[in-house]
């Protein structure tokens, strides 16, 4: 894989940097320095090796040695300096070794390097800067080596240093200036022996001084080659230095000459604490990364090579320099790999924890089970934030750092629990995947507060969004303070076509209205075929399966579902034999996934290598479906619109039925995404679309394929209380602003506050926010008061209600807080507690209740079955017996009871239905609902659940919930039989499959994590290597998680307290 440049690149600044402070250092040591001659370390050039011992230093040096080289020839002389440096080694202790230190120092005072050794076993022991400064025997541990950091950390009265030239005392000031000041501007800069410390463990930990790291380091850094025989020459050297310097001394004298080249020097070292300050530690060729890394990627992902864009991107300045940057690319471009690389430097060489935000769980699961297992080879920790899992705040570990996959929603919560614990600059990057999904109703308001909250709260963290989609990237960049790369690249060419009647037509912005003909479409249709396909599908497909793949996009799930069986009907028979057998092993483990059950549309369609693929399926149906047409099993996937942005299918022609979404006309940023999965790299060698328009949409779709992408727009404003309202509430309770000036600056840095002046001509964003703040508090949310505008300055800090607090906390909509509160003051008074139906009504979502549409006779019959105190339930809630039966009945009713309150008693008995049969399949079938329904109203169900904890652990009259709800959240989390939970828990694990491993013996989360894959595949029918390696590494990555969370418990337990008289006495050095 390529790949040296950035790290060239990367290395030669840093490198530059300290040949700078050495070339400074000598030649304060000399007073004057030579004119000399460097190599020039622009960038990508080679590596230059690191200075190992002063023969690298200074060619020009070299040759004033001419007279004194003869020292090597001087034996007595060298006798003398092997007797000096056995008594060092023998009197080696902290005190000789810091004189040694100081020593050196004198000759390198900047970036010196002193390396102490026994030609014992040795550990490589890394700079601050990133590069190996020698060898550290096990016994001597303690001995320090000279790292930068502590060379800064030399105070200016140390002894050494009254010898020093005054240019060279303004040299160590300046340092030690620069070290205090790095180690008060917490989060840009680490301290060295931590890094130090945090390189040896990780290095210990993870494999990553393997044989190729060392081989890498010892071409790169001639340093670590140092070896007896080198120490030996370094103390000539020293000797040779030390006299040279002596030599060109000169006598002291404050001239303007000096003053100038004090300031000169000054300068260099602003320079240099710069490149410190934004350089990473560099800890390999591979962009900065060990080129372990690197091939982790091509075994992993098959990758060997970057695309020249991907490398130009990962070696701009402004990244470099720490910038937040956007980047977009047409799908297919290849930019997670940027993303990846960047997430591995942020981990491994700047050791911060990381948090990448995706738009989906199933997306966030495909990257945690992806991700584990770089994890587990280079030892950082992969944790999953989606559905009910996550902790708030986070673990904080001390020996690993965290790579948080989230999803926008547990995100949120992860960054305020971070912000409340004052630990969000332990956060030193945030990536967001489809960065345009900030235009995208509540979750993009709820994308661009995490957004804005970062950008706030912790100036060093750095972000990085990318998107295929995006058009008003100045608006975005505003709001990001970012920089933006471009890049037209698309590994596979994708052509767009349009099919009007029997006309295809190519999509051609040369062409005068945007189409240029291309073909007439070639089939024999009968007239009742005509009638029956009259948009010539069968046609299209046909061309390409069943050797090639093809998606099918439908405006609705029914018409998913109709054209798959359409095609089917008129296929030729023959498209049966194609992986015939795989194709019924398919259909048995779909049905074994329905528990028995097995949808007869699939068991249609499947034979011919079709499926439809929809939210009405089940995740654990979805996921076997995508296997399958991921190895070209099944041949065709008819599907909506949600597949494009989801998961990672591919195809040679995507077909897209109709402009429509539902009964909303296309937009450009759907069209381009769902024409997007056409021709993806590494899989087809080429990809094409196929729009399908009527005549009468002809028009529309001129504009549809010439029109630019739509503009991002903030919904912090439309989305008024899970918006702004939800925002200031936070912003409030975590006291990132706690007046209406400090709102309004904050609201200022906001997507909002950059197109505010758009959004909203009528009202400023200081009236806005004045009255979200007044509703705030006239709902009882907050505390305080909202004065004019004029009387700004003299404005009191507001306050959260307990009520407030538990809203934002519970991540709970403002609109239905008020609803929550009362409900659950409501169940004080009369919990039914003989089953968990009461419960469930409590914690069924209220959002869900709008679209449901009961069945009054299933409601009916459901109430009929349920024991005289479950019943009681209902009359409890406020929905009475005979309101049902007359329901049921077709009678008129009078009396008004609430639909809301009648939707959610509905919908709990869904779920109190599946908690006890733990079948989707029968579930649904009792109360005509897709199983897929059936099962998002579970996972929704058991999110909510969590919220309402979180809600009732800030409220102290709702105690009594806290146990009760940490159980239930469990049940709907894993509404299987409890031997599967612990299976279930790792990431991508579905029930199916769980109970595959669990009927084979792996019962437990260690069984798996020491399972051999090999064996995985053997033992569990139709399980991929690929699979079962990913498995085994996310099982490993949550066993490792588990493990040290506990080890942190235990350490945290036995710390002496620093606080006590004693404790100060075990803290003292
Ligand atoms: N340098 C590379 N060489 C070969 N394949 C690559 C390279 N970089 C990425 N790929 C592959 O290209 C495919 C698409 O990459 P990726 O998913 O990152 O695209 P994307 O730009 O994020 O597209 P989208 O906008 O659709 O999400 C993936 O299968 C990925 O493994
Ligand atoms: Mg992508």
């Keep these: ?303 060997e090579k970057l695309y020249e864009w991907q490398h130009t991107c990962l070696t701009l300045e402004s990244l470099q320099q720490r910038k937040n940057l956007i980047y977009s690319l047409p799908t297919s471009g290849g930019k997670t790999l940027v993303a990846e690389i960047l997430i591995l430097q942020e981990l491994l060489c700047r050791q911060k924890d990381v948090l990448m935000v995706l738009p989906y769980v199933a997306i966030v699961q495909e990257k945690v089970w992806a991700l584990s297992s770089f994890g587990i080879e280079l030892g950082f920790l992969v944790e999953e934030y989606a559905g009910s899992k996550g902790r708030f705040p986070p673990i904080k570990r001390r020996m690993k750092k965290s790579l948080y996959i989230a999803t926008i929603e547990k995100g949120h919560s992860l960054v305020n629990s971070l912000i409340e614990t004052g630990r969000v600059g332990d956060l030193g990057l945030v990536v967001v995947d489809e960065l345009h999904m900030l235009g995208e109703g509540s979750r993009g308001a709820i994308l661009e507060m995490i957004l804005a909250k970062i950008l706030y709260t912790s100036k060093t963290t750095q972000i990085i969004g990318m998107s295929a989609t995006l058009n008003n990237v100045g608006d975005l960049q505003q709001f990001l303070q970012a920089e933006y790369y471009t890049n037209n690249f698309r590994p596979v060419e994708l052509k767009e076509y349009v099919k009007i009647q029997d006309s295809i037509y190519e999509v051609d912005n040369k062409a005068e209205n945007g189409l240029t003909f291309s073909r007439l479409l070639n089939f024999k249709y009968s007239s009742n075929l005509q009638k029956m396909d009259p948009d010539h599908l069968i046609a299209l497909v046909t061309e390409v399966i069943p050797n090639y793949s093809c998606l099918v996009f439908c405006p609705t799930k029914k018409n998913c579902e109709n054209v798959a069986e359409m095609i089917c009907k008129y296929l030729n028979k023959e498209y049966k034999n194609h992986r015939e057998n795989e194709k019924q092993d398919l259909i048995k483990d779909l049905k074994n996934i329905g528990k028995g059950s097995l949808c007869p549309v699939l068991k249609r369609t499947i034979p011919f290598g079709i499926a439809y693929h929809h939210s009405g399926l089940t995740s654990d149906e979805r996921k076997r479906i995508e296997e399958a047409y991921s190895t070209g099993v099944l041949c065709l996937l008819t599907c909506t619109s949600t597949l494009a942005a989801g998961v990672n299918l591919p195809a040679r022609r995507v077909i897209l039925r109709a402009p429509y979404v539902a009964t909303e006309f296309l937009k450009k940023n759907q069209y381009k995404q769902m024409i997007g999965r056409a021709g993806r790299a590494g899989i087809d060698s080429a990809g094409e679309s196929i729009l399908i328009v009527q005549e009468k949409d002809k028009h529309l779709v001129r504009d549809l394929v010439n029109s630019p992408l739509e503009n991002c727009y903030s919904n912090l404003f439309l989305e008024f209380t899970k918006g702004i309202q939800s925002l200031l509430l936070s912003l409030v309770g975590l006291k990132i602003a706690r007046n209406p000036e400090e709102i309004y600056h904050f609201m200022c840095g906001t997507l909002f506050g950059v197109q505010q002046q758009f959004l909203s001509k009528e009202k400023s964003l200081s009236a806005i926010t004045r009255e979200a703040l007044g509703c705030l508090i006239e709902k009882g949310l907050l505390k305080g008061k909202i004065t004019s505008e004029k009387e700004q300055k003299s404005q009191s800090n507001l306050e959260v209600t307990q009520l407030g607090q538990a809203t934002y906390k519970g991540s709970i909509d403002l609109a239905y807080c008020d609803a929550l509160y009362r409900d659950l003051k409501k169940g004080l008074e009369g919990l039914v507690l003989e089953s968990c139906l009461h419960l469930l009504y409590l914690t069924t979502p209220y959002d869900m209740t709008y679209h449901c549409r009961p069945d009054w006779m299933i409601y009916f019959r459901q109430f009929s079955q349920l024991n005289l105190v479950e019943q009681k339930v209902a009359a409890i809630v406020g929905v009475p017996e005979s309101f049902i039966t007359k329901k049921a009945s077709g009678q008129a009713i009078k009396k008004d009871v609430d639909n809301c309150v009648i939707n959610r008693l509905y919908l709990s008995f869904v779920l109190y239905a599946l908690l006890k049969e733990t079948n989707i399949w029968n579930v649904s079938e009792k109360f005509n609902m897709s199983r897929g329904y059936v099962q998002n109203l579970l996972n929704s169900a058991a999110s909510f659940s969590s919220c309402v904890l979180h809600f009732c652990e800030e409220l102290e009259e709702f105690w009594v919930y806290k146990a009760l709800l940490t159980e239930l959240t469990k049940r709907l989390t894993y509404c299987v039989k409890a031997e599967l939970v612990p299976l279930m828990e790792v990431a991508g694990v579905l029930e199916s499959r769980a109970k595959q491993l669990y009927d084979s013996g792996y019962k437990t989360l260690a069984h798996l994590a020491n399972a051999d894959p090999e064996t995985l595949v053997k033992m569990i029918e139709h399980l991929s290597r690929r699979q079962a390696r990913q498995i085994v590494s996310s099982a490993k990555m949550l066993l490792r998680e588990k493990a040290e969370a506990l080890q942190e418990e235990v350490e945290e337990l036995l710390k002496v307290p620093t606080d006590t008289y004693e404790g100060l006495l075990t803290t003292l050095p």
């Design 1 to 303: 894989m390529e790949g040296g440049g950035p790290a060239v690149r990367r290395r030669s600044r840093s490198a530059s940097a300290r040949k700078r402070s050495r070339d400074r250092a000598q030649s304060r040591g000399a007073c004057s320095p030579p004119a000399r001659k460097r190599p020039s370390s622009g960038a990508g050039e080679e590596p230059q090796p690191a200075p190992a011992s002063p023969e690298y230093n200074n060619d020009s040096e070299e040759d004033m040695f001419g007279d004194y080289d003869s020292f090597s020839g001087n034996n007595s002389l060298l006798a003398q300096v092997d007797n000096t440096e056995q008594e060092c080694i023998q009197s080696i202790d902290l005190t000789s070794c810091t004189k040694n230190m100081e020593d050196r120092a004198t000759v390198e005072p900047s970036f010196g390097y002193l390396q102490l050794q026994n030609a014992k076993s040795k550990e490589l022991i890394f700079s601050a800067a990133g590069n190996i400064t020698g060898f550290r025997t096990e016994e001597e541990n303690h001995l320090r080596i000279t790292s930068e950091q502590e060379n800064r950390t030399l105070e200016p009265g140390d002894c050494f240093l009254d010898d020093l030239p005054s240019s060279q005392l303004l040299y160590f000031e300046e340092m030690n200036k620069t070290s205090v000041d790095s180690r008060k501007s917490s989060g840009t800069k680490e301290n060295a022996n931590d890094m130090n410390s945090c390189l040896d463990k990780m290095l210990n930990q993870s494999s990553c001084h393997h044989n190729a790291e060392h081989t890498k380091i010892n071409n790169e850094l001639s340093l670590s080659t140092m070896s007896n025989l080198n120490k030996r020459k370094s103390l000539k050297d020293h000797l040779k230095n030390t006299m040279t310097g002596n030599a060109k001394a000169q006598t002291p004298q404050v001239s303007r000459t000096k003053q100038l080249k004090e300031a000169v020097l000054s300068e260099e070292i602003c320079a240099a604490k710069k490149t410190i300050e934004t350089s990473s530690v560099d800890i390999g060729p591979f962009y900065g990364l060990p080129s372990k890394v690197k091939d982790l990627f091509v075994q992993f992902r098959g990758i």
